[in-house]
């Protein structure tokens, strides 16, 4: 089963977008794991990415694919 680990972003602006982290094909994430331990995984995600100065709003962990809205 496929997951998919997407945070909620928002900057100093309060312009907020949602981005995918990863998925279950990239890593070896499960649903408990994700649920367990997706902030840590967004907190590294964040300091190595292009985000780093944008503010983590929320995330979900999703089954199946998922699109962004803003990409929809």
Wanted: charged share 10%; net charge negative; glycine share 6%.
């Amino acid at each position: 089963m496929l997951i998919t680990l997407v945070a909620i972003l928002c900057n100093s602006s309060q312009l907020c977008l949602e981005k995918v982290v990863t998925n279950s094909e990239q890593s070896s994430i499960t649903m408990a794991g994700c649920q367990m331990n997706a902030q840590a995984g967004i907190a590294d995600w964040l300091a190595h990415g292009p985000y780093q100065d944008w503010k983590l709003q929320g995330y979900r962990c999703v089954v199946g694919t998922y699109v962004p809205r803003h990409e929809a």
